[in-house]
């Protein structure tokens, strides 16, 4: 079992940025996919960006990409998701997920077994 706790957000004007952390306890994260999935008022979870056990593989959101940045460090325990260039549109609670590496790095919320309680990021425009 491994429980995930994201911090980092906040109250940031458009064009700013932030960093969100996801740290592990329980079990290391040195053998788990993770992803960064939001969910904006009256909208479902949507991907943000994902990467594999060894940090070689990454994947993001087509409206994220050259903007975010996804990093792990697995001495910390922790998974990084660097967010610049920020929109109003990025406004959501963003959450973090792990799943084992299973040959494929997952962008499907449902195939996550593993996830936070969430962050808020807000962008005023």
């Known amino acids: 079992q491994v429980q995930l706790v994201e911090s980092g957000g906040g109250l940031v004007q458009a064009a700013g940025s932030l960093r969100l952390s996801c740290t592990a306890s329980?079990?290391?994260?040195?053998?788990?996919?993770i992803g960064w999935f939001r969910q904006a008022p009256g909208k479902e979870r949507e991907f943000v960006a994902a990467i594999n056990w060894s940090g070689n593989s990454l994947r993001y959101a087509d409206s994220v990409k050259g903007r975010f940045n996804i990093s792990r460090d697995n001495a910390k325990n922790t998974v990084y998701l660097q967010m610049n260039s920020l929109k109003p549109e990025d406004t959501a609670v963003y959450y973090c997920?792990?799943?084992?590496?299973?040959?494929?790095?997952?962008?499907?919320?449902?195939?996550?077994?593993?996830w936070g309680q969430g962050t808020q990021v807000t962008v005023s425009s």
């Open positions: 329980g079990r290391p994260l040195s053998d788990l996919d």
């Open positions: 997920a792990a799943r084992r590496w299973l040959g494929v790095l997952e962008i499907i919320a449902g195939r996550y077994y593993y």
